[in-house]
């Protein structure tokens, strides 16, 4: 039986999906996504947000309280994407659900891919415990989620 695919952040596969209209490729996971051993996915790109955008922190908490409702997603600029940060969350989920992955590897610190430290939602570069929006939700769906900090 062939090895089950790991579900990667879209911009350490390569793609110039973040916020800024970059991409962090990660040549190890490019190379696992080109050999079909892994599944690239931008939940704020599946949310419906464009590329670029202004920069985005979860404020008030992490993703988990996101999830329930106990925090949101603020630009730069003070508007609330929460929405569209859970809908993309709910479809990266869903689609790692379709392939049968059991794995993430995402892209440290960001609102939607943090795991385990996040920006603290001040928008000056301070971190803070916790996750993002799709690492929580991935994690209630049982995945092992781990960060890459991408390297370029």
Sequence with gaps: MPERPVLVSACLAGVPCRYDGRAKPDAALVADVEAGRAVPAC???????DTPRP?????????HDVLDGA???????G????????RGAEAVADLAAS??????????????CGCGRIYD???TGALADGDGV??????RRGLDVVAVR???
């Design 99 to 112: 392939h049968g992955v059991t794995t993430a590897v995402l892209q440290a610190r960001s609102p939607s």
């Design 43 to 49: 939940a704020e790109v599946l949310g419906g947000m």
């Design 121 to 123: 939602g001040s928008h």
């Design 150 to 152: 991408g390297t370029s």
């Design 79 to 86: 508007e609330d994407v929460t929405a569209p940060f859970v």
């Design 134 to 139: 799709v690492a929580a939700l991935l994690r």
């Design 71 to 77: 925090a949101t997603v603020r630009t730069v600029d």
């Design 55 to 63: 920069a985005a922190e979860i404020v008030g908490g992490d993703g």
